[in-house]
């Protein structure tokens, strides 16, 4: 099984930016898709963006224009640049991906991590 673990959450000031990184760890698996979520208090848990293997992002309209997706795939990790953030931002983010398991063809969306916190100060 494929494990990912977000990091790079804090708190920040409106205005701000924070960069969040989601490495996957295992054996003989590769990554198709992927993706963050955030999830408020109260809140159902929502996608933020996605990006292909090849690269192409998406984006939620709440978060276009301030957030970018990226990925390395050598080093099988995704990453959520965010600037200009706002109070509505906070939450915790999560990753998920789109796996194949090389040895048996089989294909699966990853478990959740446990999420970064992010929070964001007015």
């Known amino acids: 099984q ?3 673990v977000e990091s790079g959450g804090g708190l920040v000031q409106a205005g701000g930016s924070l960069r969040l990184s989601c490495a ?5 698996f590769s990554i198709n898709a992927m993706g963050w979520y955030r999830q408020a208090p ?3 848990r929502d ?3 996605t990006i292909t293997r090849g690269g192409t992002p998406n984006y939620a309209d709440s978060v276009k ?4 997706i990226s990925r390395d795939n050598a080093k099988n990790t995704v990453y959520l640049q965010m600037s200009s953030l706002k109070p509505e931002d906070t939450a915790v ?3 998920n991906a ?3 398991d090389l040895l048996g063809g089989i294909r699966y969306s990853s478990s959740w991590g446990q999420g970064t916190q992010v929070t964001v100060s007015s």
């Open 2 to 4: 494929v494990q990912l």
């Open 42 to 44: 109260g809140k159902q």
């Open 24 to 28: 996957a760890s295992g054996s003989a």
């Open 65 to 68: 224009g301030r957030f970018t």
């Open 93 to 95: 983010y999560f990753c």
């Open 47 to 49: 996608l933020v963006a």
């Open 98 to 100: 789109d796996v194949i």
